[in-house]
């Protein structure tokens, strides 16, 4: 996958993650939890953009190391929506898979660039 498909990948996961909240119900448990989630899920294709802008791989690195941390983020919150039951299961695993997933790519992307800069 090249840089501008992640890109979109990362946007789409943005999206989804903007109307996975938008299903949320909005009472004093949810909201806590809407808020956060919004909050890491958009900055995951936010940090992924300023990470391709980087200015050197140390750069590259933090930038990404951020996209990690926020796609993570937003997966732990994913999975308290669904051990809680506050939405069932089935309308937040497929995005859930994606947020692991992309924590992964972007997990192998700082280990590639490590030992490309080890050389």
Request: with cysteine; glycine share 2%; net charge neutral.
């Amino acid at each position: 996958m090249n840089p501008e498909e992640l890109k979109a990948r990362c946007k789409q996961f943005s999206l989804r993650v903007i109307r996975l909240v938008r299903a949320l119900p909005d009472d004093r448990v949810s909201r806590p939890i809407a808020n956060q989630l919004i909050r890491s899920g958009t900055s995951v294709a936010a940090n992924y953009r300023a990470a391709c802008l980087a200015k050197s791989p140390a750069d590259f690195t933090s930038k990404i190391g951020t996209a990690v941390e926020e796609a993570d983020e937003s997966a732990l919150w994913m999975e308290l929506i669904i051990e809680d039951g506050i939405l069932p299961a089935e309308k937040v695993t497929s995005l859930w898979q994606e947020a692991t997933e992309l924590t992964a790519i972007f997990c192998a992307s700082i280990k590639t660039t490590r030992q490309n800069n080890a050389r």
